[in-house]
């Protein structure tokens, strides 16, 4: 979660804007797909597949995102919203009560992602998971965050080989499916993704973080649902820096997907 304060801002293109807004109580977004009206504190110019030839945008949050009115970023575009919920075996974001709560009351489609520590057993962090996240009606599938992290005092260096990155992940997703309903999201980064060679993970769908270069070239092998293309986005009604992220498909597709993909 990039918080730099940069002066240059960039206008993303704005596509002509449909559909409903503002508080409804309802967890499932409202109408037809609104379009993006984002600027860009420290933006990037992509060559070829640049986020603008996506109609439909969202965000994603945690601590960091302290002040977000949510009908108003709705207003302007904010369809999805991927919010931090837990950390390992015992961490709940202090923002995600708050933000699950606004989100949903004004129909922005929400889901909870958990980033993944490899000092906790997978059983155990999905428990955590489950036990701060609650089944609600409209909500994204979860997530799993798989990255390196090179900030917990305790958990900074424990980087285990491929094979076992993947069966800790494979035990995590099977039981955290099992209780939603839903197989989840994989997130991750460029480097991760190579050194623990996810493209194995069949099935599944990617959340892709790559903010210098476009998917095609970050990802080569891999196809994307999401992808995470600025950390340094500004939406009236969020206060400060938020990322920002593109749906892989047009406005149809996202209708067909929601519908195919959230909770019923």
């Not at 489609?109 to 155990?124: I, K």
């Not at 970050?218 to 950390?231: H, K, L, T, V």
Request: proline residues 7%; glycine residues 8%; aromatic residues 14%.
């Amino acid at each position: 979660m990039n918080m730099r304060a940069t002066l240059s801002i960039l206008l993303i293109s704005l596509l002509t804007a449909c559909g409903g807004s503002g508080d409804s109580g309802k967890a499932t977004p409202l109408g037809e797909p609104v379009a993006p009206n984002f600027s860009d504190a420290d933006p990037v110019d992509f060559k070829g597949q640049r986020p603008s030839r996506f109609p439909v945008h969202g965000i994603d949050a945690a601590r960091f995102q302290k002040s977000v009115n949510w009908s108003q970023a709705r207003r302007n575009g904010v369809n999805f919203a991927f919010l931090k919920a837990t950390e390992g075996g015992d961490l709940l974001d202090p923002m995600f009560k708050s933000h699950w709560r606004g989100a949903g009351k004004a129909g922005v489609a929400r889901g909870a992602y958990h980033f993944y520590y490899f000092c906790t057993t997978p059983e155990v962090q999905a428990r955590w998971f489950i036990q701060n996240v609650p089944k609600s009606k409209g909500m994204l599938p979860p997530v799993l965050d798989m990255e390196w992290n090179p900030f917990s005092p305790t958990c900074a260096h424990r980087r285990p080989e491929a094979k076992v990155v993947q069966a800790e992940m494979r035990r995590w997703l099977k039981i955290v499916e099992a209780h939603y309903g839903q197989r989840p999201i994989i997130y991750t980064t460029p480097r991760f993704y190579e050194e623990n060679r996810l493209e194995f993970f069949n099935g599944y769908e990617y959340w892709l973080r790559t903010t210098a270069k476009t998917p095609r070239e970050a990802y080569p092998r891999e196809s994307w649902r999401f992808w995470q293309y600025s950390a340094t986005g500004l939406i009236d009604g969020i206060v400060g820096e938020v990322d920002l992220n593109a749906f892989s498909g047009s406005r149809a597709e996202w209708t067909a997907w929601l519908a195919a993909r959230t909770h019923q």
